[in-house]
């Protein structure tokens, strides 16, 4: 496939009108005061199916040919796009089926069975995820969309933040989190069009700095499967579509630590009344740990999403 360029989250966008929410960008005099600068939090805990992922899910299914729509869609998720691609074929009148660590969640699990999907359990420290889809995909002649190293599923995750600025305007910095890197890759695309001289930044597990390395090193680095509770970001290398358009785009790979990751849930519970997953606290934590070097800025910071298992989330919460 061809590396994704602004024109595609544009067509994107237009794809997802009527489909996907526009979600709201909130805003925290707490937070404000905390960072030392103006915060723009782009919710995507309040998209369809939770998170993010349903904006490249529908746009890569919508795209789809008649023939390929009809014979389905297979994909490996550990959770938001395994839901976003369940709802999204559902709604396209296409079957999907979706490779879950049988790990994942209790909700996202649950979630992605209710929205119509077909789950085939794997272990994700002793087998091969992407191995297996492909597989599924061969015998089943469903077409692949994974979640992450596709040109519309990038573009459809860049429309997350190309709302952002349509409705805030220029940001000096934008923090978004980075597992394989579509959100990252597509909200870099938008913000060089419409912010050029915004700083974008990814923010992923101190476990799991697999995107950290491959910036410095100039290649896609892999690393073993990481142990974090951002269980969205628990990836070991970044896609050869995302991490072209990150190397080119991104300014820099920041990592935190799960500590600082149940921190930012409960600030997003206590102040602003969120529920946030750990991984949708990936670019809060990271910008609050950067804000020294932003004060009196405008900072946009991509809230990825808010499917968690509830006992999981009172657990770390009520240990602070």
């Not at 995107?211 to 951002?230: D, F, M, W």
């Amino acid at each position: 496939m061809s590396l994704p360029v602004f024109v595609d989250v544009q067509a994107a966008a237009e794809r997802l009108r009527g489909h996907a929410n526009r979600t709201p960008v909130l805003r925290s005099a707490t937070a404000d005061a905390r960072a030392g600068a103006s915060l723009f939090f782009k919710c995507e805990n309040f998209q369809r199916t939770g998170a993010f992922k349903f904006r490249g899910a529908f746009n890569a299914i919508a795209r789809l040919s008649p023939t390929q729509q009809r014979a389905g869609v297979v994909t490996f998720s550990s959770g938001n796009h395994a839901q976003a691609i369940a709802l999204a074929a559902r709604e396209l009148g296409v079957t999907a089926t979706i490779v879950m660590p049988s790990d994942a969640p209790a909700a996202k699990l649950a979630a992605t069975r209710d929205y119509g999907g077909e789950i085939v359990a794997y272990d994700r420290f002793t087998e091969d995820r992407e191995a297996l889809t492909r597989r599924i995909a061969r015998e089943r002649g469903a077409t692949l969309i994974p979640p992450y190293d596709h040109t519309d599923v990038i573009a459809g995750q860049g429309t997350a933040a190309l709302e952002l600025f349509e409705e805030v305007g220029a940001l000096d910095a934008l923090f978004v989190c980075l597992g394989g890197g579509g959100l990252l890759a597509g909200c870099a695309l938008a913000a060089r069009q419409m912010a050029p001289d915004c700083a974008v930044y990814g923010v992923e597990p101190e476990a799991g700095d697999d995107g950290r390395q491959s910036l410095r090193a100039g290649r896609i680095v892999t690393i073993a499967v990481p142990r974090t509770i951002a269980d969205g970001a628990m990836t070991t290398h970044l896609g050869e579509l995302t991490f072209p358009v990150i190397r080119e785009r991104v300014r820099d790979v920041l990592t935190v630590a799960d500590r600082e990751l149940v921190q930012a849930m409960r600030f997003f519970a206590e102040r602003m009344k969120m529920v946030v997953e750990p991984t949708g606290c990936l670019a809060a934590a990271g910008a609050f740990a950067a804000a020294p070097g932003w004060r009196g800025r405008r900072v946009g910071i991509v809230v990825s999403g808010g499917n968690v298992d509830l006992a999981a989330y009172a657990g770390w919460i009520g240990s602070g």
